[in-house]
DNA sequence: TTTTTTGGTTGACGTGGGTCAACGGGCGTG
DNA sequence: CACGCCCGTTGACCCACGTCAACCAAAAAA
């Protein structure tokens, strides 16, 4: 765990220039004089509950979130019921930037566990934009690397079999555990097995059977939702030598 | 086919204010003197020939593109050599967003035939975004909907069959030919059942069977690359009532 | 505590789509 | 205009993953 965070009243200000998340979220990189405008930006905080949403597909959309406990999924729906998990996100990142383009949410963000977020107004991120340098490259940045994270995502779904999928997905939940100052061999998982089988492309049995054969493999070590990664180079070695893949 | 652009020297500014596919493109939406602004943005075009690269992965990243005439696919690719492609852009459409994040590219922009692009200096937009109200908005709004396509790829690739990404593609390719003046019901598929597949997380053979079924059952005529959507309802209907999906 | 519900594992079996191969027609190149 | 190559089509076969079902453990509710 990281030292915590200064505790302030929830509805207060939530002083980025004091948040430890700073250099994982959307002011990374801004000067001092540059964080303490960002101060301004982020209005309220909001807390939301283990398997309650931050918005809804059809929301009209008003503001993005940054993470700042907690982990979410988003995900979309077809009508006919359908659903497909379309990423699972941790502390200092961003939601919501989906609903810019038609004003309105496309997407549900759920939260995984019980979280708290801040809460940024378009309109005031929009007006600052204009006016703090840094601020409007870092947030294109931050939107340019969801588009370059959901390109990885669709390789993964068109073009990698399942057990590489699995190994992908443990290799960047890993790698992102650890850029949080968590650890990158073992962890514990917040989502069931259906939801990363959703996010994957696979039914949950597929998931789990894959997680049973890697065990046996003695690449990783799992007891429902911890996992250890006993053998991160034999994962990744998985996923480049296709075994006579699609 | 539209009304002619007019035709200026290679080289020279493009001139937005007079371009007819303003309203699919990066100024939709802006007022007719921050579209004389924009003139200033645009500095060159740049020819692309059919099967040649407008960027390529690992370039590092100096501007945007926007498709005056021709189009293009994007892809990545694994370095065991597989490949997907994660798009297909017509005119008016926004490329290289991707590259913004690491300030380098992360895939492969080629064209499908020769093509025309308008060069914007990311530099540039950077600036101007800080001065004219409307481009920064508009530029949001591009990134922020290039999102939401990736999250409808997803769910194509991640919960939908053969026959029914097949659909889905061919009912967007029709949209986006409608959308630019073309045909809805007939039109010319630029790319090859290999592109199709990549795109669609299917191998070429899967595509050209279900090429042939909808042919059989009446939904569509084809011959190569040429298409006609004889039954769009019944395409629509393929979608959305799933005949025992995964 | 007991009960209930939810999530995860495993087995047996079926099938959609991948693989391999043959063939033919269009189109770009010379 | 003719050649050759690439592209698309189709068939036969096979296998990875989905489906259906039973069962158990953990967590939540009572």
Chains 1, 2 share one sequence.
Do not use: W
């Not at 207060?12 to 998340?21: E, G, H, P, V």
């Not at 107004?121 to 840094?134: C, I, N, P, R």
């Not at 939107?143 to 443990?170: P, Q, T």
Request: proline share 2%.
């Amino acid at each position: 765990m990281r030292a915590s965070v200064p505790i302030t009243v929830n509805g207060l200000k939530s002083a980025c220039s004091q948040c430890n998340l700073v250099e994982l979220c959307l002011p990374f990189g801004m000067s001092d004089s540059e964080l303490n405008r960002l101060d301004e930006l982020v209005g309220a905080r909001r807390k939301v509950k283990r398997q309650q949403s931050l918005y809804r597909a059809g929301d009209p959309f008003e503001a993005i979130y940054a993470i700042r406990a907690g982990s979410f999924k988003t995900d979309v729906l077809l009508e006919d019921g359908r659903d497909q998990v379309t990423g699972f996100q941790m502390t200092g990142e961003i939601l919501g930037l989906d609903g810019i383009s038609a004003e309105s949410h496309t997407c549900n963000a759920i939260a995984l566990e019980d979280s708290e977020v801040c809460v940024i107004a378009y309109d005031k991120l929009e007006q600052m934009s204009h006016e703090v340098e840094g601020l409007q490259l870092q947030f294109h940045k931050v939107m340019s690397r969801e588009i370059v994270r959901d390109h990885g995502v669709m390789m993964l779904l068109g073009s990698m079999r399942a057990e590489e999928r699995l190994a992908a997905f443990l290799l960047n939940m890993s790698q992102r555990f650890n850029a949080r100052g968590f650890s990158a061999q073992e962890f514990h998982l917040r989502m069931t097995r259906e939801e990363i089988g959703s996010y994957l492309g696979l039914k949950l049995e597929t998931v789990s059977r894959a997680f049973s054969r890697f065990q046996d493999e003695g690449l990783i070590s799992v007891q429902q939702k911890h996992v250890q990664l006993l053998d991160p180079t034999g994962l990744k070695r998985l996923i480049q030598h296709q075994h006579g893949a699609r």
